[in-house]
């Protein structure tokens, strides 16, 4: 089975573009779709991008989601960082319906 | 709206076990898996199975085989998930998450287990 790897943290400025990376350790990243979630201190999480680029209602624009199949990889892109996008993020894929698994989460600091 | 309400805060012994329940409302409930997602104190996310509402058929992680079931009951809209032989590493929030996207999550339940 799979591992998917996450920085464990990255930071930029208010107003900056960070970029979030997703690493798939075997098989396509283009094989089973890719979700971001946020999960800020003592919540749940919520979803911020699903089946690898789709944003549900509700979540601003500044994210966005893509995959390079070439460093097969996922990658999470915020842009025009605001203070309250300091949280942490966590990529989520699957191989069948025993095998989910989840990035070891990054922490994004907004200085 | 969709809402997925958990049950309460649980401490347990080592040995004993802990059911969790997960109620749901504002869609229909046969409609959609259900997952189960744990995260210990100061860690990541971590997958523990599934549940088909419809049939109530499951998949579960292969780490938790054996330890954990997951049922659920139509009528109440409500999906269960007990866990046994706990162990000090099983403490952790305990989050129900819906659908294959995990669109909407419960609010957690912390289970503490200490002797």
């Known amino acids: 089975n799979f591992m998917l790897t996450q920085p464990h943290s990255v930071s930029e400025s208010p107003g900056k573009t960070v970029t979030i990376s997703c690493t798939r350790s075997?098989?396509?990243?283009?094989?089973?779709?890719v979700q971001w979630y946020q999960q800020r201190p003592g919540s749940a999480p919520t979803i911020l991008i699903f089946?690898?680029?789709?944003?549900p209602s509700g979540v601003p624009d500044r994210f966005s989601g893509s995959i390079d199949s070439s460093s097969n990889s996922a990658s999470l892109t915020i842009s025009g960082l605001r203070t309250e996008d300091e949280a942490d993020y966590y990529c989520?894929?699957?191989?069948?319906?025993?095998?989910?698994?989840f990035g070891g989460g990054t922490k994004l600091t907004v200085l | 709206q969709v809402q997925l309400v958990q049950s309460g805060a649980e401490v347990k012994k080592p040995g004993a076990s802990v059911k969790i329940s997960c109620k749901t409302s504002?869609?229909?409930?046969?409609?959609?898996?259900m997952h189960w997602v744990r995260q210990a104190p100061g860690q990541g996310l971590e997958w523990m199975g599934m549940?088909?509402?419809?049939?109530?058929?499951?998949s579960y992680a292969q780490k938790f085989q054996g330890r954990v079931i997951m049922t659920r009951d139509t009528p109440t809209s409500t999906v269960y998930m007990d866990l046994s032989s706990l162990r000090s590493e099983d403490t952790a929030v305990y989050f129900c998450?819906?659908?294959?996207?995990?669109?909407?999550w419960g609010q957690g339940t912390l289970v503490a287990v200490s002797s």
């Open positions: 089946e690898d680029n789709q944003r």
């Open positions: 998450a819906r659908a294959a996207t995990m669109d909407y």
């Open positions: 549940i088909n509402p419809s049939g109530g058929s499951t």
């Open positions: 075997s098989g396509s990243i283009a094989s089973n779709y």
């Open positions: 989520q894929s699957h191989e069948n319906t025993n095998y989910w698994v």
């Open positions: 504002g869609y229909i409930f046969t409609r959609y898996y």
